[in-house]
């Protein structure tokens, strides 16, 4: 079982950005989808952003499309997503997880890490 480790939350004023980061031990990510999520407490989680193993397509949730990006390094061990322009709403635990295929939202494959917290004040 792949464990995810999610870092770089923090603490940012609304129109601030922030840049998370995604790795799994052992190199689980080298040739996995990646995608990351995000979810507020009584809330669903929500997909964010994706990326591609190989040819490193990415797709993009609605709540954050232009105010993201998502990219891997070339060791394709880490996953990251920089996150602009961020709006108190914004305020989530953000995850990251393997997925099967970038274009189906619930097609994660591990168990959720602890996440990070991302919190924007007004």
């Known amino acids: 079982q792949v464990q995810p480790v999610e870092s770089g939350g923090g603490l940012v004023q609304e129109g601030g950005s922030l840049r998370l980061s995604c790795v799994a031990s052992g190199g689980a990510f080298s040739s996995s989808s990646v995608g990351w999520f995000r979810q507020v407490p009584g809330k669903e989680r929500e997909f964010v952003a994706a990326?591609?193993?190989?040819?490193?397509?990415?797709f993009y949730g609605d709540s954050m499309r232009d105010r993201s990006t998502i990219s891997r390094d070339k060791d394709q061990n880490t996953v990251e997503l920089q996150l602009h322009r961020l709006k108190p709403e914004d305020t989530a635990v953000y995850y990251c997880?393997?997925?099967?295929?970038?274009?189906?939202?619930?097609?994660?494959?591990?168990?959720w890490g602890q996440g990070t917290q991302v919190t924007v004040s007004s």
């Open positions: 990326i591609t193993a190989i040819k490193k397509n990415t």
């Open positions: 997880n393997r997925m099967v295929s970038i274009y189906n939202t619930a097609s994660f494959l591990d168990e």
